[in-house]
Every structure is written in structure tokens, then in C-alpha cells.
């Protein structure tokens, strides 16, 4: 097991924790995180685009002009797609872009952004991430004192709605409790900040 330094909200060293190579030490698969990347993409889409065939565009019940003699090429309606106002060729219509993928795949996704993050040097274990009220200030002054100057995800033990409503105006930085972990937002993130009791939740978990 690899070892950590654990800071404190003032940015000083407290202690050191270990990590788990089983959850922070594997060898990242990126064919893997890339389709858990492209699955909660197609998760997001909200599918709601619409437009009208030919059938269903209003009007165009005469035919524009006789069938033979006019020099004309050859008409059945104005509402055809080579017209304008016509209707759409193959128009697209709401449908659910969402797919499920193995959950092993996804805790091996996961595993394998965690193991890059600490490999790289932008995970940041903090001893205990605590905000007596919601200010926004204060939480932008304590990620610079840990050394955060970027995107980052902050990991809590639980749903804090003081740490969520002091960090959810700053921008590129997300707030998670440890049991919602997501590929795309570490993968987004330059930084992972992570509370210590909440590293032991990860670890419990995904290990």
C-alpha cells in the first residue's frame, strides 16, 4: 500500500493515511472509462427533439400544378422535403438515448480514474472538510491552502448541504458524498479533494 499526506483545512500536514492499491493503485483501463464516459453522456441526453415528416407538416393536400405539360418537373405537394416549409426526411423524434452497462465495468471505471488521480499526484486527502456556516469565501480560501487550483471534485462522508451551497458558485468545482462517485466528474476534474472519512467509505466499497 502507497501512503498519502492528510491535510488539514488550513493546508498543514496532520498525518499521513494509507491507500488501498486494490482501489488506488491499479493499472487505469482506458477503453473501459472510456465507454462508462460515453454511457453516462448518452444517460444525460434528455432525447426531446422533435420535427414533423411530410405527413405531419399541415397543408399541402393539392397538387401545385398539372401532372404533364408544364416544363415543370413532376409535383404530388408542397409539403414534400425538397420544398420549403416542406417536412423532414427521417425527422428525428423523442426517444430515450440511456443504456445500462455491467456494473463491473463501471467499478473497474471508477478504480481505474481513482488509480490515475493518485498517480498523478491531484488527489488530496483532508482530514475532516467541516463548514460552520455557508460562505463561499471561505471555502474558495481553504481549496487554495490545500493547493487546489482547478476543476476539482470535493468528496464528503455524506450529503452536507452547507459544503454544497459554499462550493456550488465556484466555478468547475463539484461536491459528491462517497457513495456517488462519478467517472465523468473526477475524469473532468484536475483535482480530487477528498475527506479522510470519506476515503475510507471509497475504499470499503470499491476495494
Known amino acids: 500500500m502507497s501512503t498519502i499526506k492528510v491535510l488539514n483545512m488550513s493546508g498543514k500536514e496532520v498525518g499521513t493515511a494509507e491507500l488501498n492499491d486494490a482501489v488506488f493503485g491499479i493499472e487505469p483501463n482506458e477503453p473501459v472509462v472510456h465507454e462508462v464516459v460515453k454511457n453516462h453522456l448518452a444517460n444525460c441526453r434528455q432525447g426531446t427533439q422533435s420535427a414533423l415528416t411530410r405527413a405531419e407538416v399541415s397543408g399541402g393536400g393539392r397538387k401545385p400544378w398539372r401532372q404533364k405539360g408544364t416544363g415543370h418537373a413532376r409535383q404530388g405537394s408542397t409539403r414534400a422535403p425538397q420544398w420549403t416549409h416542406g417536412g423532414v426526411v427521417f425527422a428525428p423524434k423523442p426517444r430515450d438515448y440511456s443504456y445500462v452497462l455491467n456494473k463491473k465495468v463501471r467499478r473497474l471505471a471508477l478504480k481505474s480514474v481513482l488509480s490515475a488521480k493518485a498517480a498523478e499526484g491531484k488527489l488530496v486527502v483532508i482530514d475532516a472538510i467541516k463548514m460552520d456556516a455557508i460562505k463561499t469565501a471561505d471555502f474558495r480560501k481553504f481549496l487554495t491552502a490545500v493547493g487546489v487550483d482547478g476543476k476539482a471534485v470535493v468528496v464528503?462522508?455524506?450529503?452536507?448541504?452547507?459544503?454544497?451551497?459554499?462550493?456550488?458558485?465556484?466555478?468547475?468545482?463539484?461536491?459528491?458524498?462517497?457513495?456517488?462517485?462519478n467517472v465523468y466528474d473526477i475524469l473532468n476534474a484536475r483535482y480530487l479533494v477528498v475527506d479522510q472519512t470519506a476515503l475510507a467509505k471509497i475504499e470499503e466499497v470499491y476495494a
Do not use: W
Request: net charge positive; proline share 12%; glycine share 4%.
Open 156 to 181: 464528503t462522508p455524506a450529503v452536507d448541504q452547507v459544503i454544497v451551497k459554499s462550493a456550488r458558485n465556484i466555478p468547475g468545482v463539484v461536491t459528491t458524498p462517497a457513495v456517488q462517485l
